[in-house]
């Protein structure tokens, strides 16, 4: 049996990628190849994704993401032996080019279309480079989710938790906007948290010790710009102060909210060997927020596991992956071609 190749494509939001990963004989995976094109300098004069441009710039780049990446990984459209692109949720603009891409690609090779769930994609993406049996918890963190899902089998999800308002690292660019830093917010944030006083501002943990699962982060945007409004003009040290001691509130908060589905996990599944927790999306980049949610897991005996950062921001690796599992598990991808995107799924 030779090795099974599957090609990805991922259109969602603001990068567009492409890559093909195989599964060999004893159901190893390889990356061959994992191709992203970022459009951050086409939305940062905006401050944010603009959905017209970035589908438009999906439109300008897709075909030649496709070709660098099937040439990086030596292989043909020919050899594939299956296409996966993500159908949703995501920007509407960029979801169709990105299917209807595939279904060409389908179409005219011949070859199933596997239209894919992009949180699925994060999900199943640490399976692609470590060993982790199901069932296990996924926190993922982006700009635009924020949730804690369940993770059965391949295509059985529970979703145990979501943001009630804004998604955490919308939270840590608006919290960047207010303080006048560059987009993408998030990294400059943790920059700028490095100099600064945690304990200056004492900002709020929202939901914290409250039963249900889910999160909220607009209360604490709110209070940041209060902070912020009460001592301006704000200097260099104000800046750092105030990501600082944001960036610990935002910890806190994860692990008391992390901590409830962690409990009802061990609860569900007392016999799971290594109960794990895989973290996702872009977030995940913050080390501050990485060493708090290692930290609740050491404390509740988890095992916790953050993908390459590759891996764990948008990429179509993730999205070839998911296909590669369809495939593999014997999930036939029927009325594929027929599957409408979905901004919403
Ligand atoms: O997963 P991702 O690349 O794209 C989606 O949103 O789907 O995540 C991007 C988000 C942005 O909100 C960005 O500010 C945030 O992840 N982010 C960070 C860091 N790097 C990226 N947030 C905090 N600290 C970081 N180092
Ligand atoms: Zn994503």
């Known amino acids: 049996k030779p090795t099974r190749l599957m090609l990805g494509i991922e259109t969602s939001c603001d990068e567009t990628a492409a890559s093909v990963v195989a599964l060999d004989v004893d159901g190893r995976p390889e990356i061959l190849s994992n191709v992203v094109l970022s459009q951050i300098e086409e939305h940062a004069a905006f ?30 459209l020919a050899e594939m032996e299956g296409i996966a692109a993500t159908a949703g949720p995501g920007l ?6 990105g299917l209807m891409t595939g279904k060409a690609l389908a179409s005219v090779s011949g070859k199933p279309l596997y239209p894919v769930n992009h949180l699925e994609g994060h999900a199943l993406a640490a399976r692609l480079v470590d ?34 308002d804004d998604a955490l690292g919308e939270a840590f660019d608006k919290t960047a906007k207010l303080l006048g830093l560059p987009y993408p917010g998030g990294p400059n944030v943790e920059k700028a948290a490095l100099a600064g006083d945690a ?35 704000l200097t260099e040290k104000d800046i750092a102060d105030i990501c600082a001691s944001f960036q610990v509130a935002v910890g806190e908060t994860l692990q008391d909210r992390v901590a409830r589905s962690l ?23 913050n080390r501050a927020i990485r060493a708090a949610l290692e930290l609740v897991c050491e404390r509740n005996g988890f095992r916790f596991l953050a993908p390459p950062m ?15 599992e369809r495939l593999r598990a014997g999930i036939e ?3 594929a071609m027929h599957f409408a995107p979905r901004s919403r799924w």
């Open 47 to 76: 401050g944010g994704v603009v959905p017209e441009i970035a589908a438009r710039a999906h439109v300008e780049a897709l075909d030649g993401i496709i070709e660098a990446a099937l040439q990086e990984s030596g292989k043909d």
């Open 92 to 97: 509407i603009g960029g979801l169709i080019v």
């Open 131 to 164: 060993d982790v049996a199901f069932p296990y918890l996924v926190l993922l963190v982006s700009g635009g989710h924020t949730q804690i899902i369940l993770v059965r089998g391949v295509g059985d999800y529970e979703r145990w938790a979501s943001t009630i």
């Open 199 to 233: 304990s200056r501002f004492d900002f709020p943990r929202p939901l914290k010790g409250e039963a249900r699962p889910d999160f909220s982060f607009s209360g604490l945007k709110t209070a940041v710009r209060q902070a912020a409004t009460a001592i301006a003009p």
């Open 263 to 285: 409990t009802r996990f061990r609860g569900m599944f007392p016999g799971q060997q290594t109960p794990t927790l895989v973290v996702a999306g872009g977030v995940a980049a």
């Open 310 to 324: 590759k891996l764990c921001t948008d990429n179509a690796a993730m999205i070839a992956w998911a296909g590669l």
């Open 333 to 335: 991808p029927d009325e």
